[in-house]
């Protein structure tokens, strides 16, 4: 069901980017812990393999003989089934997060160099285009409207193929696990987006923004 839910979120979100591209490329709506983490219109994809790989690496054997209080208090009331879901991981699985870790950081820089290509040639059409025909109004209009509606076609291009490139890394992560992995993968998703909405960890972010940078005890309360 939440596997479900954020694949019609990113196909909703297509098609916002086909009706009206600039709402994405603003998103006033999202917040200061939010930002930072965006590429191309949402959330960036690594986010989605940094995620999976931390449960790798929080219940490797090196660490099964430490547990602490706060794994044991969070898991006691949970089956064996989903408790133990990603402990002692197989070497299969380890090997197929790095192979879609692996492949996203090579397209993640194409598809950025894409965009910044795109950009770069705006800039360098729509100025000499806008000087040739700036004492005619109406080529104006014409040379500048084709510049941006050229860019903006490539812009959504990019927006699309960065939201089918989430899709297809979280499709990829639920095939690569067990129905109690990717629950629990499912699970830190949500808690890691509804934890940016905290309105404690907004105030504490808005306090240091507010302090000049050599301010040090703003440190512990961004934390």
């Known amino acids: 069901m939440v596997h479900q839910h954020f694949q019609s979120y990113y196909y909703a979100l297509d098609a916002a980017t086909t009706s009206d591209p600039f709402q994405l490329l ?8 939010e930002k930072p983490l965006l590429w191309l219109g949402d959330l960036h994809p690594l986010l989605f393999t ?8 929080e219940d490797s054997p090196s660490d099964t003989d430490t547990d602490t209080d706060t ?15 990603w402990r002692n991981p197989s070497d299969s ?6 192979q879609i ?18 950009e770069d040639a705006f800039v360098d059409r729509v100025v000499p285009d806008w000087f040739r025909s700036r004492h005619r109004k109406d080529a104006a209009k014409v040379a500048l409207g084709a510049d941006f509606k050229e860019h903006m076609e490539e812009v959504v291009s990019a927006f699309l193929y960065a939201n089918r490139l989430r899709r297809n890394v979280l499709l990829d992560i639920m095939s690569a696990t067990s129905v109690y992995q990717a629950a629990l993968f499912l699970e830190g998703l949500a808690q890691f987006l509804i934890g940016f909405r905290d309105p404690h960890l907004l105030n504490a972010l808005e306090h240091c923004k507010a302090l000049p940078l ?6 512990p309360r961004c934390h």
């Open 50 to 57: 940094h995620l999976a790989r931390s449960f790798l690496r």
């Open 26 to 33: 603003s998103q006033e709506w999202r917040n200061s812990l």
């Open 93 to 98: 699985l380890t090997a197929r997060m790095d």
């Open 71 to 85: 794994d044991a208090s969070s898991s006691h009331h949970r089956p064996w089934q989903v408790a133990l879901a």
């Open 101 to 118: 870790d692996c492949g996203l950081r090579l397209i993640v820089p194409t598809l950025s160099d894409r965009l910044k290509r795109a």
């Open 214 to 219: 050599h301010a040090k005890h703003c440190r």
